[in-house]
């Protein structure tokens, strides 16, 4: 019962790379999400997508752009990494948009140096 | 905006004893959810307990129960024998509830979050 998984756990980059952090959920899921965390905030919303097809901005979309490749997958792509967006990425889904309950993932421990 | 907010950045307590989380939050909205989530050392975030703006009943899940003051906009977390276990980040959500399809419903707004340590 594996639910939301996102790889990798843990990456390492140079300011300037580009990487895409993929997350594939296994609940047939409608709704998929993206946050970060870093040290001493909550979790900040970066895009969303509420069904298939759809995405859209969340509080911190800046130098982040996203792909919903089809109902399980919704990946999160850094074109041009910065050390500003060293932070814990999360990926989430409920079974729908407004659906009480998000399930996350592990996260990923990105580190742009 | 919604913003919420949690006052103690730190706190411990005692295995066995109880110890009360405080969530203060701001909306306009007159129907919301509110959200503890328990993030350990492990990163995963796990839902605690969850509570509908609309219902006047506090929620409860074994040993953990919230103090919900709508008008007074406070949610705090009680968690009654506190366990090794416990010892975690745990952040208060809030959630806008559904109006329709599409918008930002659905999205989590969160706290900075307390550190709870629970000592033997």
């Known amino acids: 019962n594996a639910g939301v998984t996102q790889t990798p756990k843990f990456q390492v980059l140079k300011t300037g790379q580009s990487m895409t952090l993929q997350c594939a959920q296994d609940m047939n899921h409608n709704s998929m999400y993206w946050y970060r965390q870093d040290p001493g905030m909550g979790l900040r919303l970066i895009y969303y997508?509420?069904?298939?097809?759809?995405?859209d901005k969340g509080e911190v979309p800046n130098g982040y752009n996203v792909s919903r490749l089809n109902k399980r997958e919704f990946s999160l792509r850094l074109e041009s990494a910065a050390p500003s967006q060293t932070s814990v990425y999360f990926c989430?889904?409920?079974?729908?948009?407004?659906?009480?309950?998000?399930?996350f993932g592990q996260g990923t421990r990105l580190t742009v140096v | 905006a919604q913003t919420v907010t949690q006052s103690q950045p730190e706190m411990s307590v005692q295995e066995a004893e109880t110890v009360t989380l405080s969530c203060t939050y701001d909306t306009s909205e007159s129907n919301y959810y509110l959200f503890w989530y328990k993030q350990p050392p492990s990163r995963q975030m796990i839902l605690v307990i969850r509570q509908e703006a609309y219902k006047q009943q506090n929620a409860t899940e074994n040993r953990f129960s919230v103090n919900f003051q709508k008008a007074a906009k406070s949610f705090s977390l009680k968690i009654s024998d506190s366990q090794l276990g416990d010892t975690a980040m745990y952040f208060c959500?809030?959630?806008?509830?559904?109006?329709?399809?599409?918008?930002?419903?659905?999205?989590?707004?969160f706290g900075k979050g307390t550190k709870l340590s629970v000592k033997p």
């Open positions: 989430a889904s409920s079974p729908t948009q407004g659906d009480t309950e998000a399930f």
């Open positions: 997508s509420a069904s298939e097809g759809t995405t």
């Open positions: 959500a809030f959630m806008r509830a559904p109006r329709g399809y599409g918008g930002s419903q659905g999205n989590l707004i």
